[in-house]
């Protein structure tokens, strides 16, 4: 018996449609997955079932939910929620109360669901947490970790239903694994019906029984996740699934370049705030690390969250200062924050959320402008001439320059965040999770480009991911980190194949299995 059956539903906003003439079944006890771009429905099909779609949308068609309408009344609604339905969502530092500990807030949950039978410590260990995370703050936790608790919290209810939407965008390779193993574990002990919203087709393959692949609104192609994700047929569903395999770019030989960045036994280290702080050694974020980089080389650092990537990166881009330490670009030596300033055009930063990395008052010409502001030197007539010639680059028009960032995909974004980055004209391109935010078919597209202006402008890449089949198919070079220090470097083809550190052995374990 079908568990949540959805007739012709339309969601129009102003009169456009969002979602158009959707129909789907979901059985009880399944893990169904919902795939597509951005913009596909897939969110908006998760609201409408758990009846939070927002006021300016008007839905048509029906939901029906264990056989029964859903209610029409909120406070019904609102009771159906809470009782049967649980929600994880995409990001937990944002879904979770920053001045509450983790146990109030699952304590919370179980109060609304009115659970006097369940407690907190049993559901976090349920999720694979020890108690003892009760008395943490969420700032206190890994993005794992929050994962978890956003876990147990759907729990709290003991819900016939959870819908993820998104859980593991944002996880490390072993921290998505196991996240993806603990739902389907859950789901299986429980009986429980799962929704799982993702733009991972290897996520969504591994996790659920039967797709649907959404287009535009509209439901392009639905059945048994093997034959709808590994035999295709329709040529959209193809074209997501080609975009999940990268081919590596051709070998080139960099040893007769000169070293454009030496990094000698740096060390980043942070003081323990707290009571009882002046006990315990400083948390060594970037432990002794040195390597080199050569001009045009693309090299790659990788690693779990939390083990130094960003801040080894921060400390580069003159963003933070050592400890202890010492950074060369093209000769000039530096700290950090010390980086003279007429070298700060030499390196530039792309962020990882091509959402939140532009200032939405700005236009996107004068968000592009910024960066110039280390070339003084630079006539009006020359400032000009490199913002039309940094977004061209990109492949977007110089007419866009008089937009602001609302009006553009999240493609385009980062497409422009790149122009901004290379508006300087610079040496070293410091690139944090470049594509981890983008859907499939926009990564290569954006992977693409990176490769492009690379030969283009003579760039030199470091290229911070937990994505490995990227990594693999862009770096000349890898370098593990874990915990502060680099623990294995080589080339993506000899390291991933044999792995010496169990860090590269668990990340190469991980690894969901190819769709073709």
Do not use: W
């Not at 006539?379 to 008089?402: C, F, K, N, Y």
């Amino acid at each position: 018996m079908s568990l949540v059956e959805i007739e012709n539903l339309t969601i129009r906003f102003g009169g456009r449609p969002a979602l158009s003439g959707l129909s789907l079944e979901i059985a009880r006890g399944e893990r169904f997955g919902i795939v597509g771009e951005s913009g596909s429905g897939k969110s908006l099909t998760a609201l409408a079932i758990t009846g939070l779609l927002p006021d300016a949308a008007e839905a048509t068609g029906t939901i029906r939910f264990d056989g029964k309408l859903l209610p029409t009344d909120e406070r019904a609604m609102a009771a159906l929620r809470g009782h049967r339905i649980g929600i994880v969502f995409q990001e937990p530092m944002t879904a979770l109360n920053p001045l509450m500990r983790i146990g109030a807030q699952i304590d919370e949950a179980l109060d609304l669901a009115d659970s006097s039978t369940r407690e907190v410590a049993a559901l976090l260990q349920e999720v694979g947490l020890d108690s003892s995370h009760a008395i943490r703050f969420p700032h206190q936790l890994s993005g794992g970790q929050r994962q978890r608790v956003m876990i147990a919290m759907a729990l709290a209810s003991d819900p016939d239903l959870i819908i993820a939407d998104e859980p593991t965008s944002a996880l490390d390779v072993i921290t998505q694994r196991r996240v993806l193993n603990l739902i389907a574990e859950i789901c299986d002990r429980r009986q429980m019906t799962l929704i799982f919203i993702s733009h991972d087709m290897r996520a969504v393959a591994a996790l659920c029984n039967r797709v649907a692949v959404l287009k535009a609104g509209e439901l392009v192609e639905t059945g048994p996740t093997e034959d709808v994700l590994r035999r295709p047929k329709a040529a959209y569903t193809q074209a997501l699934v080609d975009a999940t395999q990268m081919a590596p770019r051709a070998n080139h030989d960099l040893s007769d370049q000169d070293l454009l960045l030496s990094v000698e036994g740096v060390t980043r280290a942070y003081s323990r705030n707290g009571l009882f702080s002046r006990r315990q050694p400083p948390l060594m974020a970037v432990n002794d690390v040195s390597f080199d980089v050569r001009r045009g080389e693309v090299l790659a650092l990788v690693g779990p969250s939390g083990c130094g990537k960003t801040t080894l990166a921060r400390v580069i881009a003159g963003l933070d200062s050592v400890t202890s330490g010492t950074m060369t670009i093209d000769g000039t030596p530096y700290h950090g924050a010390d980086l003279p300033r007429e070298k700060r055009g030499d390196i530039s930063l792309v962020f990882q959320d091509p959402f939140g990395s532009f200032n939405p008052r700005l236009t996107i010409g004068k968000s592009l402008a910024e960066p110039l502001r280390l070339l003084p030197k630079l006539s009006p007539l020359d400032r000009e001439q490199r913002l039309i010639e940094a977004i061209e680059s990109v492949g977007l028009d110089a007419s866009m320059l008089t937009r602001y960032p609302h009006e553009f995909s999240g493609g385009q974004r980062q497409r422009l965040a790149i122009a901004r980055a290379v508006v300087t004209r610079p040496r070293l391109v410091v690139l944090d999770e470049p594509v981890s935010a983008l859907d499939v078919s926009v990564r290569g597209a954006v992977l693409d480009l990176l490769a492009r202006l690379q030969s283009q402008f003579g760039l030199t890449y470091l290229i911070i991911s937990h994505d490995l089949d990227m990594v693999a198919a862009m770096a000349d070079r890898v370098m593990v980190m874990e915990a502060g220090r680099i623990v294995e470097a080589g080339s993506p083809k000899t390291l991933f194949a044999d792995p010496r550190h169990s860090l590269t052995k668990a990340l190469m374990a991980a690894r969901l299995p190819d769709l073709v």
